[in-house]
């Protein structure tokens, strides 16, 4: 007799625990509250799975063996609630997908760069002719790639929301490039709530395991502090020397595995400034652990492109710079971003607030920049912290009228930078959808 799955969301994680579910002899049913993309109702027919949208048909929900739940459904749901009391195990899609892969997974989680650090470590890999597949939070699932693709390594980028329904998946190298208060709405406003779903990503690895995390954060070194993790460590700083890991020393990243030494000028690294040292560090310690070879690390390191809606430099008109760094969703992505500008900046902020607290940034704005946009819903707060510091300060409701405004705003030399600091699903899909709309509004101009 097949077992029963019951899925909930059809988005990409929960098209992906299809997939795979019926590759593996599962009788599979899909429900999602709201409303499927059609592409994804086209992969549900093609292959033949009961699914329904705009509601839930609880009795064949709770019919089921196994529930996967979408990493956007907090665990606080009352159906989810519900199905736990019925001890009806609720898993994500990554512990799920985890049932039916050998394959070794280099994971990678933290508030901020860690969409970066995917991206480098895949180049790398890749550069180094290693055969891996990069998915997770970005691109596809890794239910669809467990389902789909065959690679001798799994590149996983990891949200706190996929880690939360994790019991027994186990990554060989799991790295934590930070943590900031962010979603602090789905962890009861406690910051170390969020801290304790990062940490999870380490839960399962034993002594033949890595764990790659920044040493100058203090929620994470506090944290192992009092939790002993049973991986090999390997931090990197940018703060103080290392004898296992990573540290700068005269300008040169320097990265120490069991007495193998690595060196690189941080001048050559692709990606500038502090943050995108430590992103490098983070990779290029994957990459030794991997034994690529030391030049390419270091060709790797120097040619790599960067991510989409992360600074990306969009166009300079009459040298006004425009950039695009829509991914920028909490406040510690954003001081990154002001922190790199160079320039007198036209800031566009705002988006659906995660409990947000702008103080860190004041000093910053107040050196930086010369006008706001506000773009977004709800503005009160934004106005409050930085009325007193910036005179030009302007609300608007569409990206191209932020985008009209700010051409009108900025001057000969000036940046326009997009780096929201919020969530985007007030006015827009998601922050990739920010992203575009920002870039076609610029190229329209």
């Not at 669809?144 to 186990?170: C, P, Y």
């Not at 943590?179 to 999870?200: M, V």
């Not at 900046?345 to 940034?361: E, Q, R, S």
Request: net charge negative; glycine share 6%.
């Amino acid at each position: 007799m097949s077992k029963k799955i019951a899925i909930l969301g059809g988005g990409e994680s929960g098209i992906g625990s299809a997939i795979l579910a019926k590759k593996e002899g599962y009788e599979v049913f899909l429900s999602d509250k709201g409303k499927i993309k059609d592409k994804y109702k086209e992969v549900l027919r093609h292959i033949e799975i009961e699914w329904e949208d705009e509601h839930h048909t609880e009795s064949k929900i709770f019919d089921a063996d196994v529930v996967m739940k979408s990493p956007g459904i907090p665990d606080t749901a009352p159906m989810i609630v519900e199905l736990r009391k019925n001890n009806i195990p609720v898993v994500s899609e990554i512990e799920f997908a985890s049932w039916f892969s050998e394959t070794p997974v280099i994971g990678i989680t933290g508030s901020n760069g860690k969409t970066t650090v995917t991206n480098l470590i895949q180049h790398s890999l890749k550069e180094g002719g290693i055969d891996s597949g990069m998915g997770g939070n970005i691109g596809n699932s890794y239910a669809k790639m467990v389902a789909e693709e065959s690679h001798d390594w799994f590149v996983l980028e990891l949200s706190s929301f996929q880690l939360d329904g994790i019991e027994k998946f186990r990554p060989h190298i799991a790295i934590l490039t930070n943590i900031t208060p962010d979603h602090l709405d789905r962890y009861d406003y406690k910051l170390e709530n969020y801290i304790a779903s990062k940490f999870r990503i380490v839960k399962n690895q034993t002594e033949d395991d890595y764990f790659i995390y920044d040493a100058d954060d203090k929620n994470i070194t506090d944290w192992l502090e009092k939790n002993p993790v049973r991986s090999q460590k390997l931090p990197f700083s940018i703060e103080k020397k290392i004898e296992n890991g990573a540290y700068i020393e005269n300008e040169n990243i320097v990265v120490t595995i069991n007495n193998t030494e690595f060196t690189m000028p941080t001048s050559e690294l692709a990606l500038q400034g502090k943050h995108n040292a430590k992103n490098a560090m983070a990779a290029a310690t994957v990459s030794q652990l991997l034994r690529i070879r030391k030049q390419t690390i270091r060709e790797s390191m120097s040619n790599f492109q960067g991510v989409e809606h992360r600074l990306e430099k969009v166009l300079k008109i009459n040298n006004v710079l425009y950039i695009n760094d829509s991914k920028a969703t909490n406040v510690n992505a954003t001081y990154y971003a002001l922190e790199s500008m160079e320039s007198e900046t036209v800031w566009i902020i705002g988006g659906v607030d995660k409990g947000n607290v702008y103080d860190d940034l004041l000093p910053l704005v107040n050196e930086k920049v010369k006008a706001i946009i506000c773009l977004g819903v709800d503005n009160q707060k934004i106005k409050a912290s930085f009325g007193n510091i910036v005179e030009n300060m302007v609300e608007t409701t569409s990206m191209g009228e932020a985008v009209q405004m700010a051409y009108r705003l900025a001057e000969k030399g000036d940046n326009v930078l997009l780096s929201p600091a919020c969530a985007s699903f007030d006015l827009f899909e998601n922050y990739e959808d920010r992203g575009r709309q920002f870039k076609e509004a610029v190229r329209n101009l």
